[in-house]
């Protein structure tokens, strides 16, 4: 006797990364970053609920490699992915990422999928969402420093999310400002491309880095900052990699996804531990204030947290439902008896 | 321009529960679990240049998943695992499983394959090893005390690594004895159905418990063992869930496998945190004694371990090579330029 097809328990529904683009052409890319914002929002106002730790991190001279996992009680999920600067000189990606999700009742998987375009949408989906909350009234310009995998997405998000109608492109590698700014033509942004930090940053309201060196490097000096603005960090997200001049730190509000994770990874480890931080879903759930003055300097030190991936994770398994964006993936072994798995084994032998 | 095909870099060789069952059937049951115990020895051996954490758990009313990573340095390697001891009752595993090793140098995956086939059968063979290393010379008769999913797998390896000849059965559902002799037969070795756990272990010289309550259950009571045996004690794998009489840990001397975790989920929860006990890495590298006397009590309290599980993902990942036992998976986005993930997305709309 040969078990050809294994039982509906046994098959995870699995999101290609071919199946993710045509999601995104599906949905839309504006509606999307909308949609994962919509979905992001909704935890952050439910913030307490959840199972949060620190992500596991495994560290090597080229890079790390994390485990992001999280919990609501009814569903579980995690996210694996990678940081490795050195990559992008081999042709590889910075950073790739796959999750997961599964039902906490029973441990199955219900949902896996690739997450390095997933990743870029919800981390681009977060600093909109953030900025619409923390920016200066009336934003409509950003500086985008850094020029990588990650400046088209935060451009789209702040554009569909934020209200940014203008973006100044600056990195060191002008062949990378080019390409980001080939791919936002036609997008109804308009696009200025410039030859300095300090060019790119003249009449922003708010300043995104997004810079891949793993090193302590200063982005954004002290000088260079002005008052009223608000700084989205992306880019310093590990131990040892950082953005921000300190002397910025210290004149801003600063506000974190997670202060355990943030204080080691953001580029708040260049500050005092005790170093007062407002955590940002205490702000989106209306409990604690944001911008209070115009004037203000808002910085959010952005790291990236387990809450955002699941909220990813969950606004895909809603959106895949009845669509062909995903095939049915034989992960899980399911036999007719429980336990008779080294049965199920030998049937198969024909 | 439509990329119709992923680049190499973005496929991951995917071992599906079928293409596992296959590769049981090719190379078969006997070799596999001598070459995965030749793996988890090869390991054991170079025990002390893993990284080594306790699992990262998440508890429910109803069971624990589990993501359990460790790293040589060189190849990186998790496995998402869950234990709901209901789900028997409702038609499910009480434990499936899939797992992942990357190259630590770029953090791509390498290998994703389904593990609840090959969490079986890398428990059984590490049983077996450590049996192999503990058990009275000449041992011949198992008694196998809990008949459920692991249970044959354990008699399979103790026979192909350990010399075992009888096995002794019994459950306190019968159905499951009947089972389990049902798909031992042919295979070998003589089997026993035994009406109770007492009449299980006459004349047996290793004694195993593989039950799945999640209870301080008393499998093993202090009265039922005598002198010059080995217990591998497989089933009091969590908090709260033990199988063997205190009185018999404290007469036995104690082999575990990475005592932090073991003190948690291991039958030692029931001891005092500094009972003493030795690593089983230490005596398979031949650095520590093992079994000293033929009167000896010799307990192998096994909880599971990263390291085993990063074993059998190396031997898989060895074993598939050159077969069709995988298929590609597009789970990493891989654009040509690797920072301009947005333009193979735009690309990718045709």
Not at 269 to 275: E, F, R, S, V
Request: aromatic fraction near 6%.
């Amino acid at each position: 006797m040969t078990q050809l097809a294994p039982s509906d328990k046994a098959l995870v529904p699995f999101v290609s990364v071919d199946h993710m683009m045509q999601l995104i052409h599906h949905i839309g890319m504006a509606e999307m970053l909308r949609g994962l914002a919509r979905y992001i929002e909704a935890d952050f106002k439910r913030w307490e609920l959840f199972d949060k730790t620190p992500r596991v991190a495994s560290h090597s001279a080229e890079g790390v490699i994390e485990l992001m996992p999280t919990s609501d009680g009814e569903t579980y999920g995690f996210k694996y992915v990678n940081g490795h600067p050195k990559n992008t000189a081999d042709g590889l990606q910075t950073v790739t990422a796959f999750g997961l999700l599964a039902d906490v009742d029973t441990g199955y998987p219900v949902l896996l999928t690739e997450m390095t375009l997933l990743t870029a949408l919800r981390t681009a989906a977060t600093s909109a969402l953030v900025a619409r909350t923390l920016a200066p009234k009336g934003a409509t310009t950003m500086a985008m420093i850094g020029n990588g995998a990650q400046s088209e997405f935060q451009s789209l998000a702040m554009m569909a999310i934020a209200g940014i109608t203008h973006v100044r492109l600056y990195d060191i590698d002008a062949a990378a400002t080019e390409k980001c700014a080939r791919n936002l033509a036609g997008t109804g942004l308009v696009v200025t491309q410039c030859k300095s930090a300090e060019e790119a940053i003249e009449g922003a309201h708010i300043l995104t880095t997004c810079t891949a060196d793993k090193a302590y490097a200063t982005i954004l000096t002290d000088n260079m900052v002005g008052a009223g603005v608000h700084i989205n960090a992306i880019g310093g997200d590990c131990p040892g990699k950082t953005e921000i001049a300190p002397g910025i730190l210290q004149r801003g509000d600063i506000f974190v996804e997670y202060p355990p994770q943030t204080r080691v990874e953001g580029d708040i480890q260049q500050l005092d531990p005790d170093h007062p931080v407002t955590e940002i879903w205490q702000v989106i759930a209306g409990q604690v204030d944001g911008r209070t003055s115009d004037k203000q300097i808002t910085i959010f030190d952005s790291v990236g947290f387990a809450i955002e991936d699941f909220s990813a994770l969950r606004y895909v398994r809603d959106s895949i439902e009845g669509t062909e964006f995903f095939h049915p993936l034989d992960l899980l072994a399911d036999p007719d008896d429980p336990r008779d798995l080294m049965g199920m084994v030998m049937r198969s032998q024909g």
